[in-house]
């Protein structure tokens, strides 16, 4: 007997707990999704073994016809999906193809603008304990005090102040969309080079719901595992080949050795499936989901307890709730509501005061339950249970039940065995 079970129980113990946890609890880490099985059969599958150091046609190994194909297709699906004449999907992670990206176009010492990690930023945009804060001269741009909007003058005029190399638009915590072209017109003004990291918002591009940044930018990376649903994992597009060689030298061997061929095959079929018009309900539903949360939270009942929603709203599949005026930290927000059965995480909400561990905000997601099935009833009860958790003194017994009714009724991988 060679199976897993037999082999290590005490793992196979984890694999089962966390089947178990994700189909009992509503999951709503806005960076999160379920991959279908499909995916998930590339992802566990005998591409795992194989050594393919380089480029399909071009590789440092023996035996990789069958591996080629899968990074063909790969590549020529991405490119079809976000209508971009170049792809590289041999990135590790979101942070990987970051980093090659910066590696690509800038040198060490030059200046980078992005958004300021507390305001929403990512930890590669310069945070001063990651490769983008120890190699770059980092400045940032943040979020305005009224609005808790990205100003496009502050933009342009820290842009005008410090010539930055390469400017950077991107998030991980913002619910509006990015103006692009203003960013376009920043970066032609001080002859900077204009990188998008889309991680967050790449499946609402794909299915034509947000922006799309490729025409625009000069480079964009993504993951392929948050609003996308793939595989966990990352990758570059860029609208021509400009950067193509530079790029691909930055990934591998820049970045990176042996690509993770199990983990390209299953972005192959990841792309296949976001250009699909069930993938498009999905992230209709996605959209719709998050409206419906930030719009009870508005709600007259949840504003009298102190609760707000950053920016009134939302463009995308988060929302950020603000607790500043509520007696309920963030902290407490993200227990609570895993009490009830919901998984969200805490935020530092911009200007906050509460310290980083604490936190004043929630951020909540939507693409994991649009992906379970939820439709518009399901996201108006999520969104009642969330409203009522955050309450001072919710009743959490009740709260657990119904988050247990909505999850029994979208059995999460039914084929998939305990
Ligand atoms: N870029 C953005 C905007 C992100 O939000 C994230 C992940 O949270 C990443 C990059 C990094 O992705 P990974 O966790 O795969 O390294």
New binding site residues.
Partial sequence: NVSLAHIDPAIQAVLDDELDRERSYLEMIA?ENFAPISVLESAGSVLTNKYAEGYPGRRYYAGCGPVDVAEELAIERAKALFGAEYANVQPH????A?AAVLSAIAQPGDTILGLRLDHGG?L?HGMPLNFSGKLYNVVTYGLDRNSSLIEMDQVRDLALAHRPKVIIA???AYPRYLDFTAFREIADEVGALLWV?M??FAGLVAAGLHPNPVPVADIVSS?S?KTLGGP???FILSRDDTYAKSLNRNVFPGQQGGPLMHIIAAKATAFLLAGTEPFADRQRRTLEGARIVADRLLAPDARASGIDVLTGGTDVHLILADLRSSEIDGITAERVLHEVGITANRNSIPFDPRPPLVTSGVRLGTPALATRGFETLDFIETADIVAHALQPKPDIPTLRTRTKALAEKYPLYPGLPR
């Fill in positions: 960076s992670s979101g942070a990987t970051n990512h590669t991107g998030w991980s990291d991680a967050h993951t595992h966990r994992g990352g």
